[in-house]
């Protein structure tokens, strides 16, 4: 329940937030936006009512488990997509993917999962690339390396 | 018309062409489990490949990639929760609480045959009823195009029923999502916060992939100390012939389904993402068990699944009659007809008789031929998820969403974008914000906008301009709809109460 206040409060702040923006806007460009953003404020109140008036139910905690592994992935996902564009595309995804792997294993790496995990993934994102480079004629990110 | 169908047969049954249709549908059907890569985008891509085939050739390929594509997006919903394409978001409600369960061949099975089904419907609609209906879209003007997206809107009331207060606050924020960029009636640039990256908007591939796969990628992470994300299992024989059974079954809903498929399919600009959450909405409201969906029921698969295909025959009856497409994919098909010099509209039928009805019955066959190829294709890719430890399935998922993102515009911003929305998704997805409106809103917010603007312009001749939204019978029609639609869970709840009172007294008397 204080995670529904916090968030219709969230909410209403991204209301009043996006409001002054539609200010200088024509009125055929404006009109829509505002009367969503209205109705957005509206139900977020009613929301944030509803917490103080409805005894709270029982709910799974909104910390998840094993925070440490979701926000490090999160942040490796993020720098992959920085790498794309200077370690290419094959090269970005075989280095973050076998990271992630490693990562998120239960066991601690040897040698020969280490190398069959790199020969996987090299296989997979390879023909990904074959496909849509020159089957699909999709340009896929390259930087030094493809 | 029955001597071109005959004469139809003839083209259709011959080894190479029986072969296109085959590899057409395997194509379609990788194209389609791969959450990114839309109907639209795969017929587009394989335009180029029909140019050196004569026009009934590249028609019947690409109609069976498009056919597939619909279909193919039930995978990825299945087994991962992700629609791989849009028309599939409703089969993540059922088919991914089947697939955790150890029920996902089934419901592949499920989706297989209800999507069959749809397309065979979606089918004899063109085939038989195209003049007719089509002149249904040409009723439908801006006003009724915006009642569409309310009515639209309306059935969060269903899909949110543990809390339809998170539920329209999704579809709101989803709405709001939708108007950033340039406004499509005219044209201020809105909500960029100055990054000319956003002019274009929030492209809703990218938000399905973020709003879909990222939280649920986060989600395995979560789970990490259990080895596999499916439960598997066990081979039980003869499900095919059960499941197809059970499917056929359900005629109402099969029926119901694949006929709003259709009628969505009619009117442009709509399409299976649309019909998909419409004919999810109006199972959910006809069902004498609508508790059990969400949880796992198979009448939610066969509602979305067979809606969503009967699209494909739908949305080609304004391109072949009026030449209006219906969906975007019909738009790249309305190009090929261009390119081989047959224009789309109601002398297509007479002049160049044998090729339509040629491309309509290969649509019918490749529906066919569609059920052993995703049988196949299916049960492989249910066995591989399955089997697959989260150490791998997660990462594979971040490696799907970068490349989908990414090839809708070879954009590396679209990809930053669709990571940024799957954190906030999965954010919201812990406060229990469900993707399902968010999305919704994301899909009705440019119909919506656009309905309402114009209809405000139109309504500039009458006294009063808001007036415009009321005085068509079509869109009183769509308003009752709405509220109905608004309306139906809390009677359910209400009469549910009572007849629950009604058997207790019944039983203590």
Known sequence: ?146 | MLEAIAASFGHIFTVKVILMIIAGLFGGLMAGALPGLTATMAVALLVPFTFTMNPTEGLIVLGAIYMACIYGGSFSAILVNTPGTPSSIGTTFDGYPMAKRGEGERAILIATFSSAYGGIIGVIFLLFLAPPLASVALKFGPPEYFWMAVFGITIISSLASKNVLKGFIGGAIGLLISTIGIAPIGGDVRFTAGFPQFQGGIELIVALIGFFCIPEALTMISNRTQKFHLTEAEHTGGIVLKTFLEVMKRQGNLLRSSILGTIVGILPGAGGSVANLVAYNEALRVSKTPEKFGTGTPDGIIATESSNNAVVGGGMIPLVTLGIPGAPPDAILYGVLLLHGLRPGPELFTTHSEVVYTFIMSLFVATILMIPVGIFSGRLLHRTVVRLPIRFLAPIIFFLTIIGSYSIRNNVMDVYIMLTLGVIGYILKRLDFHPGPITLGLILGPIGEMGFVQALLMGQVLPNKWMIFFIHPLSWVLIIMSLLSLGWPLLMKRFSKRWKIKEMTIDES
């Not at chain 1, 916090?6 to 923006?21: H, N, T, Y």
């Not at chain 1, 280490?114 to 990110?141: D, E, G, Q, R």
């Open chain 1, 1 to 146: 329940m204080k995670a529904d206040r916090i968030a219709s409060i969230v909410f209403i702040i991204v209301a009043l937030l996006f409001w002054p923006q539609t200010g200088g806007l024509q009125y055929n460009c404006s009109i829509f936006p505002r009367l969503l953003i209205i109705f957005l404020f509206f139900l977020s109140a009613a929301l944030l009512i509803q917490t103080f008036l409805i005894a709270p139910p029982k709910t799974v905690s909104f910390i998840p488990k094993n925070l440490r592994y979701i926000i490090t992935s999160t942040v490796v996902a993020f720098v992959w997509i920085y790498l794309l564009n200077i370690l290419g595309f094959i090269v970005s995804s075989v280095v973050c993917l076998t990271t992630l792997t490693f990562f998120l294993d239960l066991k601690r790496p040897t040698f020969m999962r280490t190398i069959s995990s790199i020969a996987v993934y090299t296989l997979m994102v390879v023909a990904f690339w074959l496909i849509f480079h020159n089957f699909l004629l999709v340009p896929l990110p390259t930087g030094y390396f493809i």
